[in-house]
């Protein structure tokens, strides 16, 4: 049996700190979502974004954000008054929407200039996010092509030492992505399908007119 070479805590407050010291040094961490676990870093730590680009082995394509509240994902993204509706109707929940990036965002994070957001339903992430500035680069922890983990040892399957720590906290609930949808045209795009549903969400949009 191969020995694993990554750090792997428990998602306890001694867990939550270490994890959270990691990303403060301009680590690379992954932790447990409400859907499948993350793979994450200070967003706007350059660096450590490039190091999070390689571990997962994804090229220069953006990268997601979780955020604590919809407060953080302004500090990242511009609302519009439909996404603002949508997100207060669906947030914490498996929904990552893409928005119009802030001009402080890294073009590495938003090579086009936007950013997927989304506040997950899930109390360790949540406390996580919160010893973290509110804020989480949000990738799937997974290699590029492969399927997400959804828990610590599938992290260190997929990832082992690309990654300097993995909070262990137990199997992600939905063991799904999130729905992702496309909010910066004039109409809702569905990027990806997941747990919400396209009529539901186009249901709040209407109400939202």
């Not at 450590?48 to 997601?64: D, I």
């Not at 492969?146 to 906290?169: F, H, I, N, R």
């Amino acid at each position: 049996m191969a020995i694993s070479l990554v750090r792997v805590v428990k998602a306890d407050l001694d867990g939550l700190s270490i994890a959270a010291n990691t990303v403060a040094k301009g680590g690379i961490i992954c932790y447990p979502t409400d859907t499948v676990y993350g793979l994450g870093c200070d967003p706007f730590n350059l660096s450590a974004v490039e190091k999070a680009m390689m571990a997962k082995g994804r090229g220069t394509k953006a990268m997601p954000v979780l955020v604590h509240c919809i407060e953080d994902a302004e500090r990242l993204v511009f609302f519009s008054e439909a996404a603002k509706r949508i997100a207060k109707r669906f947030w914490p929940g498996p929904l990552s929407i893409v928005l119009p990036a802030r001009e402080s965002v890294p073009s590495i994070l938003a090579p086009e200039r936007t950013v997927a957001v989304r506040s997950p339903n899930h109390a360790i992430c949540h406390q996580l996010l919160v010893l973290c500035s509110g804020m989480l680069v949000g990738t799937s922890a997974n290699r590029a092509g492969s399927q997400p983990a959804t828990s610590a040892d599938d992290v260190v399957e997929q990832l082992d030492d690309c990654v300097d720590v993995v909070l262990d906290g137990g199997k992600s609930p939905m063991r799904v992505a999130s729905t992702v949808i496309d909010l910066t045209k004039q109409q809702l795009v569905v990027l990806r399908e997941g747990p919400i549903g396209k009529t539901e969400i186009l249901r709040t949009l209407r109400n939202s007119r």
